[in-house]
């Protein structure tokens, strides 16, 4: 296994950091799905035994079961020799209160009496102003103090420019954030990245295969990577182009198989699993896949956004852009797990009441009430 230093917090992690988001799952005789304890456990010991350091998880993942099961994986001898990063949403941040007692739940639920890595959960640039009002900062300074948590962290989806703003806000330890060959010039972008290193902040990198997507390629992009003489899985090219980057400290994959795990080890752990290591021909062959990727999108939504806000809070941009990812990959898997919390949040296409107000000023001239219907009847139907 190949290990990267985290920053300046004086520890090294491996490449390869677990994801406990997408853990092995079973489907009971009521019909309910539950996270596979006995398969869970097998992955997260494998993982430990087998040279990786770092795992991620977060309160809310696996209906708030996903930090419990971590934490009964690694009892026993495997919690001494590993990084444990968590995160808390800022919607249970209700008082400053709530935040301690979400910490200390955690804590139970992981059987440790600190945790390593802890992050504020998908920092939304509509409510960094809020965070910065409750004190949410301060209180993750007192836990640290008291040695409860060491790195002070977040998660970010998002664009640029308030991503920046947040990660000059605070000397962060670490931020992590979406990146991978097709969202290079999207989501954070490069800048982003580079910002991170120049700042020394450790930069963790989750969905570096966008939710799976990536590790099974379509004919026409494997095509472009049979044509280099060294053969290699799409999820290995999609791998090696994230440890390319320097400034990378640990790249996450949640993995559901042993298999899967197994893979990702062996990639992480070859000689020239390095940063910079990648040649201009092999940049050039990442570049012609993410073309032949983008050249599927069949709703041409640019993300601008002049369709928003929509007057009922439908999420037009994302929900096209969930569609559009599923016919990338020709797979609506994961857009549809996504698609399911826009739905729970009341901003999926069936709050649409065909106004037309979005449509009088998309750039695009998309027939923007049409196509969400589309999208809404491919990405309908998720049940977890």
């Given at each position: 296994?190949?290990?990267?230093?985290?920053?300046?917090?004086?520890?090294?992690?491996?490449?390869?950091?677990?994801?406990?988001?997408?853990?092995?799952?079973?489907?009971?005789?009521?019909?309910?799905?539950?996270?596979?304890?006995?398969?869970?456990?097998?992955?997260?010991?494998?993982?430990?035994?087998?040279?990786?350091?770092?795992?991620?998880?977060?309160?809310?993942?696996?209906?708030?079961?996903?930090?419990?099961?971590?934490?009964?994986?690694?009892?026993?001898?495997?919690?001494?020799?590993?990084?444990?990063?968590?995160?808390?949403?800022?919607?249970?941040?209700?008082?400053?209160?709530?935040?301690?007692?979400?910490?200390?739940n955690t804590l139970?639920?992981?059987?440790?009496?600190?945790?390593?890595?802890?992050?504020?959960?998908?920092?939304?640039?509509?409510?960094?102003?809020?965070?910065?009002?409750?004190?949410?900062?301060?209180?993750?300074?007192?836990?640290?103090?008291?040695?409860?948590?060491?790195?002070?962290?977040?998660?970010?989806?998002?664009?640029?420019?308030?991503?920046?703003?947040?990660?000059?806000?605070?000397?962060?330890?670490?931020?992590?954030?979406?990146?991978?060959?097709?969202?290079?010039?999207?989501?954070?972008?490069?800048?982003?990245?580079?910002?991170?290193?120049?700042?020394?902040?450790?930069?963790?990198?989750?969905?570096?295969?966008?939710?799976?997507?990536?590790?099974?390629?379509?004919?026409?992009?494997?095509?472009?990577?049979?044509?280099?003489?060294?053969?290699?899985?799409?999820?290995?090219?999609?791998?090696?182009?994230?440890?390319?980057?320097?400034?990378?400290?640990?790249?996450?994959?949640?993995?559901?198989?042993?298999?899967?795990?197994?893979?990702?080890?062996?990639?992480?752990?070859?000689?020239?699993?390095?940063?910079?290591?990648?040649?201009?021909?092999?940049?050039?062959?990442?570049?012609?896949?993410?073309?032949?990727?983008?050249?599927?999108?069949?709703?041409?939504?640019?993300?601008?956004?002049?369709?928003?806000?929509?007057?009922?809070?439908?999420?037009?941009?994302?929900?096209?852009?969930?569609?559009?990812?599923?016919?990338?990959?020709?797979?609506?898997?994961?857009?549809?797990?996504?698609?399911?919390?826009?739905?729970?949040?009341?901003?999926?296409v069936s709050k649409?009441?065909?106004?037309?107000?979005?449509?009088?000023?998309?750039?695009?001239?998309?027939?923007?009430?049409?196509?969400?219907?589309?999208?809404?009847?491919a990405l309908d139907?998720?049940?977890?």
């Amino acid at each position: 296994m190949q290990y990267r230093p985290y920053g300046k917090e004086g520890f090294e992690v491996s490449a390869f950091g677990m994801g406990c988001m997408r853990l092995p799952r079973i489907v009971k005789a009521d019909g309910s799905v539950e996270v596979d304890r006995e398969k869970a456990f097998e992955l997260i010991r494998y993982a430990a035994d087998h040279g990786v350091n770092y795992f991620d998880t977060a309160y809310g993942y696996h209906r708030q079961k996903s930090e419990e099961i971590l934490g009964e994986a690694l009892d026993g001898g495997y919690r001494e020799r590993v990084k444990i990063a968590t995160k808390q949403p800022f919607a249970v941040m209700k008082t400053q209160s709530n935040i301690r007692r979400n910490l200390e739940n955690t804590l139970k639920k992981l059987r440790t009496d600190h945790i390593d890595v802890y992050l504020i959960h998908n920092i939304q640039a509509s409510a960094w102003e809020d965070i910065k009002k409750r004190k949410v900062i301060e209180e993750y300074e007192k836990f640290k103090e008291e040695g409860l948590i060491g790195a002070i962290a977040f998660s970010y989806h998002g664009e640029y420019e308030p991503f920046k703003e947040i990660l000059e806000f605070y000397p962060w330890a670490m931020c992590q954030v979406q990146q991978n060959l097709l969202d290079c010039d999207k989501e954070v972008t490069e800048e982003g990245i580079k910002l991170a290193g120049k700042q020394g902040t450790a930069l963790v990198i989750m969905e570096p295969l966008r939710g799976g997507g990536l590790a099974n390629a379509p004919d026409d992009v494997q095509a472009i990577y049979d044509e280099y003489p060294v053969k290699r899985s799409p999820a290995e090219w999609a791998f090696r182009y994230m440890y390319n980057h320097p400034e990378v400290s640990t790249i996450l994959s949640g993995v559901t198989t042993l298999e899967q795990l197994k893979d990702n080890i062996r990639i992480f752990s070859q000689p020239d699993a390095l940063p910079g290591v990648m040649t201009a021909e092999e940049m050039d062959i990442v570049q012609r896949a993410k073309a032949a990727y983008e050249s599927r999108v069949t709703i041409p939504c640019t993300g601008c956004e002049y369709c928003m806000p929509c007057p009922k809070g439908v999420d037009i941009a994302g929900i096209f852009h969930k569609y559009n990812t599923g016919m990338m990959f020709r797979n609506f898997d994961n857009p549809q797990r996504t698609y399911m919390f826009t739905r729970n949040a009341g901003q999926d296409v069936s709050k649409c009441i065909a106004c037309g107000a979005c449509m009088t000023k998309c750039p695009q001239h998309i027939e923007i009430v049409d196509q969400l219907r589309v999208a809404h009847a491919a990405l309908d139907g998720w049940n977890e």
